[in-house]
């Protein structure tokens, strides 16, 4: 059973960059095959593809980000870190980390087999 944790910080002051972690257990994100992302959801919005990090450490990103984005991972920790620069209030949103089998850029849950819980992220100053 893959599990993925999200952590990070709650609250984000604007123009600050986001940085949130998913850690992985029961799985390496290292196996050939598998896609790690991250995702998000505003309230009351729909779900939103940020962008993924490969089995092989290649990266993919949402355009629509305009490069605020920075996907990296630590492989000795399994673990993999999104990164969002020059937030506003518009970033506030429940973020996931979530796993699949193919470059997921839809933005569909039935796209994922594991994800995490999701962490609520304010960006207020």
């Known amino acids: 059973q893959v599990q993925l944790q999200e952590s990070g910080p709650g609250l984000v002051k604007p123009s600050q960059t986001l940085s949130l972690t998913c850690t992985v257990l029961g799985g390496s994100i290292t196996t050939n095959g598998y896609y790690w992302s991250w995702l998000r959801q505003p309230p009351g919005k729909g779900l939103e593809w940020m962008g993924a990090?490969?089995?092989?450490?290649?990266?993919f990103n949402n355009p629509s980000l305009k490069s605020r984005t920075s996907i990296s991972r630590d492989t000795s920790k399994n673990q993999f870190t999104l990164q969002l620069s020059s937030v506003t209030p518009e970033d506030t949103a429940v973020y996931y980390c979530?796993?699949?089998?193919?470059?997921?850029?839809?933005?569909?849950?039935?796209?994922?087999?594991?994800r995490g819980q999701g962490t609520q992220v304010t960006v207020s100053s």
């Open positions: 990090i490969a089995y092989s450490g290649n990266t």
């Open positions: 979530a796993r699949s089998d193919t470059i997921p850029i839809v933005p569909r849950w039935d796209m994922y087999d594991y």
